[in-house]
């Protein structure tokens, strides 16, 4: 059965699980999620795959092992298509505060990294880049990544992509309040026509960085 929209308590679910982060709540409400989150979500990759690719949902349970806050479970449900975490690849999540959509290399290895510099330290491909990511800003899409505080070892101070350079990994993404649309297949249709246009983004990620050697 095809995508028809999330559950009707899948925002409750996450209102929930923000306000008690805990094993109890997790094992009184795994089938709400299960039903109303997880499925769905598996139903949306699948209605979308012909077009972005396989895609994958992320685990539920926060790895704490490194990290502070020690709470169990990750409070937004997301997903990749297209590729894996770090190569060029689409996103998409659900939590307590609607729908984020994205899109982009959330992570690069060295040589990803240094495939990425050349690329935008050169005019022709750099700014490519730069005019697809103006475009995207413009139509509200957010820039992100890991960014350096100063510039790369080499790198002019006035270079015209100096902004760019910096970055160590680099995505975007805009979100979208909760709504009837969440329910609905219209959450399908939304998904794709925004993936469609971050597609020239992915492209120049993937033709200009592609996956790490390793």
């Not at 169990?72 to 990749?80: D, Q, V, W």
């Not at 240094?114 to 957010?142: F, N, P, Q, S």
């Not at 026509?193 to 492209?203: G, I, S």
């Amino acid at each position: 059965m095809g995508f028809t929209g999330f559950g009707e308590h899948a925002v409750d679910f996450y209102d929930g699980l923000e306000a008690d982060n805990s094993k109890a709540y997790w094992t009184d409400h795994k089938a709400t999620y299960e039903q109303d989150v997880r499925a769905p979500m598996v139903a949306l990759l699948a209605d979308l795959e012909d077009e972005f690719g396989p895609g994958k949902v992320f685990r539920p349970y926060r790895d704490v092992r490194f990290s502070k806050d020690k709470t169990p479970y990750k409070t937004a449900c997301g997903a990749l298509a297209g590729g894996k975490l770090g190569e060029s690849s689409y996103y998409v999540q659900l939590s307590a505060d609607g729908l984020r959509i994205g899109a982009g290399s959330y992570r690069l290895a060295a040589d990803q990294l240094a495939r990425y510099r050349t690329a935008v330290a050169e005019d022709r491909r750099g700014g490519e880049l730069a005019k697809i990511l103006a475009k995207l800003t413009k139509a509200g899409w957010g820039v992100h990544g890991d960014v350096m505080k100063s510039r790369p070892r080499g790198v002019e101070p006035d270079h015209p992509r100096l902004d760019l350079l910096r970055h160590r990994s680099l995505y975007v993404g805009r979100s979208w309040e909760p709504g009837d649309y969440l329910h609905e297949r219209e959450c399908l249709t939304l998904v794709r026509k925004h993936w469609r246009a971050l597609a020239p983004f992915t492209a120049w990620l993937a033709d200009h960085v592609g996956p790490p050697s390793a």
